[in-house]
């Protein structure tokens, strides 16, 4: 049996190009959510050891969730950009007459002790992991109000957003940051019906994770390997990310109503070990 647990529901994802972001629209499609998709498909900070996502990964994107029979709409896009965000919001409730789920996906992550990191690669990861979040939130919550429906938001933080890990701290610090908007909007927003989660995923199989540089890290600095345990289930691979989009698909529907303020571990156990 299909899921239609989202039917005739609006979902807006950033980071949707590739990874968790590409998997989570896909999933929310699945469950019968049309969809608008945003990513900056192209360079977001120039330390990440890792690729950035292309134009042709959104395009990936937006060709999965048709398959799955729905609308998406799709707009490259940086989430540091709030006047942006502001206008494909728009957008969308002209196309759709509604917005109902958000999942503030996008972020990056590179590598470096704390007072060896320039100012740049701070802020350009405060700027995309915290403040993209905030921007995403500004942008999206007066339609969810005025739309009078409710709704869910999820903030994808980290299992670095609740246990510090050293090698990369203004990543912890920006994901750390993400709870506090999180916990602080779940109240605010209380009163309007609209639930605000985050999720906290740890070793997914995404370009971010598989980025090489971390392992020169604990190359030069071998005790910080001891921060990032196993977990309590098997850990011989990296989660699917798709593993992460049925926490975020049951968080955007009506199964998790009493849902909200919470932090959802997708870690196998590892903040427990």
Not at 19 to 29: I, K, N, T
Not at 234 to 261: E, F, K, M, N, R
């Amino acid at each position: 049996m299909s899921d239609t647990s989202l039917a005739g529901r609006v979902a807006y994802v950033t980071g949707a190009a590739r990874g968790q972001g590409r998997s989570h629209c896909v999933r929310l499609a699945r469950a019968g959510a049309d969809v608008v998709a945003l990513d900056a498909c192209g360079p977001v900070a120039e330390h990440n050891g890792y690729a950035p996502a292309s134009a042709e990964d959104l395009a990936e994107t937006v060709r999965l969730v048709e398959d799955e029979g729905r609308t998406i709409v799709a707009r490259e896009l940086d989430v540091r950009d709030l006047e942006g965000q502001q206008r494909l919001v728009a957008d969308a409730v002209d196309r759709f007459g509604r917005l109902d789920v958000v999942v503030a996906n996008a972020g990056v992550l590179n590598w470096g002790r704390l007072w060896e990191i320039s100012a740049q690669q701070w802020q350009d990861t405060i700027d995309t992991n915290l403040t993209g979040v905030w921007n995403t939130v500004k942008a999206t919550v007066p339609a969810m109000i005025e739309a009078g429906n409710g709704g869910s938001i999820v903030t994808i933080s980290s299992a670095a957003g609740i246990k510090a890990v050293p090698g990369c701290g203004h990543y912890s610090a920006s994901k750390f940051g993400v709870v506090g908007l999180t916990n602080s909007l779940a109240v605010e927003l209380g009163g309007y019906g609209i639930r605000v989660n985050s999720v906290h995923p740890y070793g997914t199989d995404t370009p971010m994770a598989n980025d090489l540089s971390m392992y020169q890290m604990f190359a030069d600095h071998p005790t910080f390997i001891h921060s990032f345990s196993p977990g309590a289930l098997p850990t011989d691979s990296l989660a699917a990310p798709d593993l992460v989009s049925d926490i975020v698909v049951w968080l955007a529907g009506d199964s998790s109503s009493l849902i909200t303020a919470a932090q959802i571990p997708a870690d196998k156990g590892y903040l427990k070990v």
